[in-house]
């Protein structure tokens, strides 16, 4: 796990419904490593701009129904030319398909510019992080008045995940979502 923050106290201060924790049959079928499993199960992602499939979740009923993906079958993995990958579910309404690796667990996801795949995340933990902090850090509506309040939020977000992963600010593609952050928030 490459993000090693109090996992605990997210989720106990997370309000009912906003993890999104994989099924375990899902989650041992998808990550090798005990720690990953066990996030997986345990911590999961939070809801924003991710919409896993609804297969692969534990089923919660705090969670809205808009926040999952309707499909009812675990998709199979496919083969990419960056290996065997496992597509979770999708991004942004489902205009890109978010994928685990099955070789080392990093996350990839459809690519607007390139229409390919593109890496995106370190790892699981790495995702909830950025999906976490983009929640965490959206400005209050009192504080979305000020300009400057998004730029901001994402120069924390991009300070903070870079303790952890380089990966995601490195690649266009949460730049991208950064630079669109007052869209979404």
């Known amino acids: 796990m490459l ?83 496992q597509q979770l579910g999708v991004l942004f309404g489902g205009d890109l398909g978010l994928y685990v690796s099955l070789e080392d667990g990093e996350i990839w996801a459809d690519d607007w510019e390139y229409e390919e795949l593109r890496r995106i995340n370190g790892d699981l933990s790495s995702l909830a992080y950025v999906l976490y902090k983009l929640e965490a850090e959206a400005p209050t509506d009192e504080e979305s008045d000020d300009p400057y309040a998004h730029v901001d939020a994402a120069a924390i977000i991009r300070q903070d995940t870079r303790r952890f992963d380089r990966l995601p600010f490195r690649m266009s593609f949460w730049e991208q979502v950064l630079d669109e952050y007052q869209l979404y928030y």
């Not at 994989?22 to 924003?48: L, N, Y």
């Not at 089923?59 to 990419?80: A, I, S």
Request: hydrophobic letters at 35%.
């Open 3 to 85: 993000v090693n923050v109090e996992w605990r106290r997210v989720v106990e201060s997370a309000s009912a419904g906003t993890l999104l924790r994989f099924r375990r049959e899902f989650a041992e079928r998808v990550w090798s490593d005990p720690d990953d499993i066990a996030f997986a199960t345990g911590v999961g992602v939070t809801r924003g701009p991710f919409q896993p499939f609804r297969s692969v979740i534990e089923p919660d009923p705090d969670t809205p129904e808009h926040v999952l993906e309707d499909q009812d079958n675990v998709p199979e993995p496919v083969e990419t030319p960056h290996g065997r990958m």
